[in-house]
C-alpha cells in the first residue's frame, strides 16, 4: 500500500504564496521504485489538470498557466515532493492533488484545498 499525505493548502489572497507539500510512505515507496511525482489540481465544473511533474529520468514539465510563478522540487530521499507557488491567482483556486507513480501504477492522495481571494 501506498499512502501520500499533503498539506499546505489554504486562503490566501492575490498575490500571495503558498506552499503545498506531499509525503509518500508505504512499503514499495522508495528512491528507485519511483517513476514520477506530481500535482494536479481540479477547480469546481472543470476537468482535473496537471500542474507540474518531476519525473526520475526526464525534464519537470509544468502547466503554461504557471510558469514562471511555480516551482516544484521533490526529495527522492524523504519521497516527498513540494509546490511552491507565488504570485497566486484567483483563477489558481482549486484543489490540489499530489500524485505519485510507482512501477507504473497511480496513487493519488486525498486533495488539499487553495483558495485565492480577489
Known amino acids: 500500500q501506498v499512502q501520500l499525505v499533503e498539506s499546505g493548502g489554504g486562503l490566501v489572497q492575490a498575490g500571495g504564496s503558498l506552499r503545498l507539500s506531499c509525503a509518500a510512505s508505504g512499503s514499495i515507496v522508495s528512491v528507485i521504485s519511483i517513476d514520477s511525482m506530481a500535482w494536479y489540481r481540479q477547480a469546481p465544473g472543470k476537468q482535473r489538470e496537471l500542474v507540474a511533474e518531476?519525473?526520475?529520468?526526464?525534464?519537470?514539465n509544468y502547466a503554461n498557466s504557471v510558469l514562471g510563478r511555480f516551482t516544484i522540487s521533490r526529495d527522492s530521499a524523504k519521497s516527498t515532493v513540494d509546490l511552491q507557488m507565488n504570485s497566486l491567482k484567483p483563477e489558481d483556486t482549486a484543489v490540489y492533488y499530489c500524485n505519485v507513480v510507482i512501477r507504473r501504477r497511480v496513487y493519488w492522495g486525498q486533495g488539499t484545498q487553495v483558495t485565492v481571494s480577489s
Open positions: 518531476i519525473p526520475t529520468y526526464a525534464n519537470i
